[in-house]
């Protein structure tokens, strides 16, 4: 059997033993510090160099580097969400993606393989329909196909109409895809730290020096450390920081797990996903599936989540891909999303001057890590929100300006 | 799956459950509070690494809700206590 294998896994380079010095004591000054070395903190830092010629950063991680959701996520790339001020963060994120590579010298393995969304209900694909023509009307490439076309796209989904949720439907878009999360995170780092910026691990930040309503710098293990400017990008552990600088947020921590197989060929070149019967499926570079579904439905820091959310989204699997009937299980994990009222990120000010925040971005966040970090860098640099991301104001849950992404986030990631 | 303390029926699996998010959030008086204290009332939900308490309504088995303390790092459960009882001290 070894031998007949029709295999076209891709090996994956060696890259250097080390990307960017390690300062291990902080200065006592900086310009700016950023309080998260996830993908959006470090993309954050970079554009802040690049874009804005600051680079007097320290990045500050409690743990290492990209060791949160960043190195845990399954990497799902799209821009197709409902509402304008969505399409306009999320694309300008996908144009970005498609030049960063060349851009910042490293590799990412980004490949737009395209990602489909299926309906399997009446107001499924009502749904859907709205989201197609909405994309449309702001020109995100976004195809609307019929089963059979899903099925000349990816051959192993089962389209048979006698099954307990039938695809009836499916919006596509073609630019959509994957990218290898670490490799982001790694190219992110060494871009800035070659522009001057301090990646900090193991420093925790525990609390704030608050004057006169305004941020002087924080409180770490390593020692206090003063900035102008501090932007809090930290995911899961948002209200924690919030709280420590004295305000609340509307955010909840919740368990999100993802799990994969063994190697297998490759059998499944795009990414399909499916809010309805809550499972989606795209195949790595190396051969794994990788699959995902939703959050375990209470608050939680403990990194895992329960079993039966994953038995429940492996029944959905095999009903619409009966080929992986007898895959095996390789390992399964959780991280810790930042789950807000309305399925949409939270970038800005705080009530708290020259403190930033960027939050929110719950289950979808690393398909917006260049555009998160472009408009957290304008807003921090310039003191005022980009264009961008200026709809998604931490005020908007008093003035009532919601974005609802549930729709078009749900379980799509 | 957690194995959580109804008060009325005892520990079952957590797939027995629906969770109702943070417990004891009082209604605002209409007629007097602000668009920062409905959004409050609304949209802000502690979210503490440690102990929370919360609310649970056990679907599946007497269909009654409850509240219990539950830490949010270890999963372990605290004390229980019902609707409109007084709120047991936030364990240690
Ligand atoms: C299982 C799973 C699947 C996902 N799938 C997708 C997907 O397919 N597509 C998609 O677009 N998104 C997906 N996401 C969401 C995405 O991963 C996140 O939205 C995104 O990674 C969040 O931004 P980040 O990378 O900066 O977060 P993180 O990597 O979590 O970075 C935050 C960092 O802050 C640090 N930190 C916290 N508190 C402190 C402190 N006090 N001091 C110092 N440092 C601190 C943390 O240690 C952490 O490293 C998924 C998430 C999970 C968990
Ligand atoms: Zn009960």
Redesign the interface.
Known sequence: MATTTRRRSVELPEHPDFLWTARVTPKKVYDVIIIGGGGHGLSTAYYLAKNHGITNIAVLEKGWLAGGNMARNTTVIRSNYLWDESAGIYEHSLKLWENLEEEVGYEMFFSQRGVMSLAHSVSDLRAKARNYHANKINDIDSEWLTPEQVKEIAPIVNINPDVRYPVLGATYQPRGGIAKHDWVAWGYAKAAADMGVDIIQGCEVTGFDIRDGKVHGVKTNLGPIAAQKVGMVAAG?S??LANLAGF??????RPLQALVSELLEQVHNTVIMSGMVHVYVSQAHKGELVMGAGTD??????QRG???VIEHQLAAAIELFPIFERAHLLRTWGGIVDIS?DASPIIGHTPVDNLFINTGWGTGGFKATPASGWTMAHTIATGEPHELNAPFSLDR???GHLIDEHGAAGVAH | MLHIPCPYCGPRDETEFHYGAGANIFYPDPAIATDEEWSKFVFIRENPKGWHAERWVHSAGCRRWFNVWRNTITHEFGPTYKPFTEQPKRPV
């Open positions: 552990h209200s924690v609340d947020i509307p955010i909840q921590s439905a209470f608050n939680s820091y403990a329960g079993f039966h009222p849950f008093i003035t």
